[in-house]
C-alpha cells in the first residue's frame, strides 16, 4: 500500500464493491461501451476470485475510494519474461488532476519490480489527451500499432 499525500493505493477488497462498480461504469461511459451489469459483475467476480488473473488496486482520498487500476500479469515469450499489463485506469472526475492515476501507476511500477516482472504496459485512446499528458511524464511511448481482429466460427 503507497500513500501519495492524501491519496491511499491499496488492493481492492470486498468491501469496494458498490463504489468499483460506480467507477467501472463510468469507465465503460468514458469509452462509450454500451452499459452491461453483466459485464460490470463478470469483472467484479474476476477480481474477487484469487485464482483469475485480473487484479485491482483503488485509490482512496479521504477515505472514498476515487480510482482503480484494472491489471494482470502477461507473458512476453520475445524477451522470456512477464509483465504487467494495465487493462483500465479510471479516475472519478471530481478526484482528476489530484495526483491519483499518478499514484496508481507508480503503486504499480513499485509491484512490476517487486514481483520481477521486466515491464508495465498500457494502451489509450488516441484521443484522451488529458491521460496521455500524464502518460508521458510517467512512462515512454512506444511505437508500437495496436490492432484488433474478429472472431470467426
Known sequence: MT???AVVVRPVTTTDQTRWKELFRGYR???RLPESEDVVSRVW???MDPEHECQALVAESNG???AFGNYRRFARPST???G???DDLFTSEQARGQGVARAIINELAQLTGVQGASVLRWITAQDNLQAQALYDQV???TSWVTYDAAPTA
Do not use: D, N, P
Open 3 to 5: 500513500q501519495h499525500e
Open 29 to 31: 461511459e468514458f469509452y
Open 45 to 47: 467476480g474476476w477480481l
Open 64 to 66: 472514498i475510494v476515487v
Open 139 to 141: 512512462a515512454t511511448r
Open 80 to 82: 522470456g519474461s512477464v
Open 84 to 86: 504487467l499489463w494495465l
